[in-house]
């Protein structure tokens, strides 16, 4: 078994994958500025596959980058500094944020007021939401905070987009997808204000979307022509299958009064095309746009504390998620072709661990 290593996708076939194995961390030397990050755990969920599938159209292989055709797909996690030439970034310091998926990873970190950014050159231009990471002590809710605040963040924004339009006038929501954590934390925060939602899912999932107690109404996506929706209605769609947006803007008509396109959860039948539908054009919502337009509008502090309360909320009230720990490279592989053909159980929450043995 590679002791040290590090994941490559095939940026143009995600389902082949490649274990490289690294240096040992004693043996690299950081330069000035640079630090070395060795890997504690990180979440491995649908969102990830996502960054894969749009990774060329918004840059997700580019924070860090391969050769060739392989690539790096982000995820969320925890890492400590185990060596650093970084004056203000000491030995020990732990810390939440955008990391690869290997054992460890050097790259340029620097403090700033508002916490420490990731300043390596390349990503310079990349959106500075994914440069940030955030101080962590070690807690009890670290498997949570790694699995759902990264997907609840992108939950918060929508809703905060679709509050501030006041909905578009609708006052129903479908979310497709609808077992997926990110639509899961639009559902909960949707029906926190009073929103009417519809779940769409497949019908193995079926029951642990009536379960959650989110959504008002859940129908298979065999089923969504089958009862009429009343009023107007916003469609949300996390799965990027062709054939269930067709089939929604076809279903709905001009009832659809916004059709948003936020993940793709299903992407082997691939992305959602502009095609020819009725209702409104499908448009992509790229949440780093909306979280810097509200970091200028409330301040950094405002929106952390309004984030971190809602995540709150959620968090107590998500008695259905059931964490699974992985460990090691071959471990990763088996999780991550689970999560890549869209069978991963919907209550798992998927951890890994670089080398620490699997806890469950």
């Known amino acids: 078994m590679i002791e040290n290593w590090d994941l490559l996708i095939d940026r143009t076939d995600l389902s082949r994958t490649e274990v490289l194995a690294l240096p040992a961390p004693d043996t690299v030397v950081p330069a000035d500025g640079e630090v070395l990050l060795e890997m504690e755990r990180f979440a491995l969920t649908a969102n990830n596959i996502t960054y894969g599938v749009y990774g060329d159209r918004l840059g997700y292989w580019q924070f860090?980058?391969?050769?060739?055709?392989?690539?790096?797909?982000?995820?969320?996690?925890?890492?400590?500094?185990?060596?650093?030439?970084?004056?203000?970034?000491?030995?020990?310091t732990r810390l939440f944020g955008y990391l690869p998926m290997a054992?460890?990873?050097?790259?340029?970190?620097?403090?700033?007021?508002?916490?420490?950014?990731d300043v390596s050159a390349h990503?310079?231009?990349?959106?500075?939401?994914y440069n940030s990471l955030v101080e962590a002590a070690p807690g009890p809710l670290d498997d949570q905070i790694a699995l759902l605040r990264p997907l609840f963040l992108t939950a918060f924004l929508l809703d905060d987009y679709f509050a501030a339009n006041a909905d578009f006038g609708a006052t129903t929501?479908?979310?497709?997808?609808?077992?997926?954590?990110?639509?899961?934390?639009?559902?909960?925060?949707?029906?926190?204000?009073?929103v009417r939602v519809i779940g769409l899912t497949s019908p193995r999932n079926t029951g642990f979307v009536e379960g959650v107690g989110y959504y008002a109404e859940t129908r298979t996506y065999e089923a969504i022509?089958?009862?009429?929706?009343?009023?107007?209605?916003?469609?949300?769609?996390?799965?990027?299958?062709?054939?269930?947006?067709?089939?929604?803007?076809?279903?709905?008509?001009?009832?659809?009064?916004?059709?948003a396109v936020v993940g793709s959860t299903h992407q082997a039948a691939g992305a959602v095309g502009p095609g020819r539908l009725p209702g409104p054009r499908p448009t992509f919502f790229f949440a780093p746009e909306q979280l810097r337009q509200r970091s200028k509008d409330w301040g950094g502090e405002v929106l952390?504390?309004?984030?971190q309360a809602a995540l709150d909320g959620f968090i107590a009230d998500n008695g259905w998620l059931e964490v699974s720990t992985h460990a090691g490279p071959e471990a990763l592989k088996a999780i991550y072709q689970t999560v890549l053909a869209g069978t991963a159980r919907p209550e798992k929450g998927h951890m890994v661990r670089s080398k620490a043995a699997a806890d469950g």
């Open 304 to 307: 952390n504390s309004r984030i």
């Open 64 to 92: 860090f980058p391969a050769e060739g055709n392989w690539g790096r797909i982000p995820v969320w996690g925890f890492a400590t500094v185990r060596r650093s030439a970084a004056e203000t970034i000491p030995v020990g």
């Open 123 to 129: 990503r310079a231009a990349l959106p500075s939401a």
């Open 173 to 194: 929501f479908i979310l497709s997808s609808a077992s997926s954590k990110t639509a899961l934390g639009l559902g909960w925060l949707l029906a926190r204000r009073g």
């Open 225 to 259: 022509a089958q009862t009429p929706v009343e009023g107007q209605v916003v469609f949300v769609d996390f799965a990027g299958a062709p054939e269930v947006v067709a089939a929604v803007h076809h279903s709905l008509g001009d009832q659809l009064v916004h059709s």
């Open 103 to 117: 054992t460890h990873w050097v790259t340029r970190l620097e403090r700033r007021p508002w916490g420490v950014v």
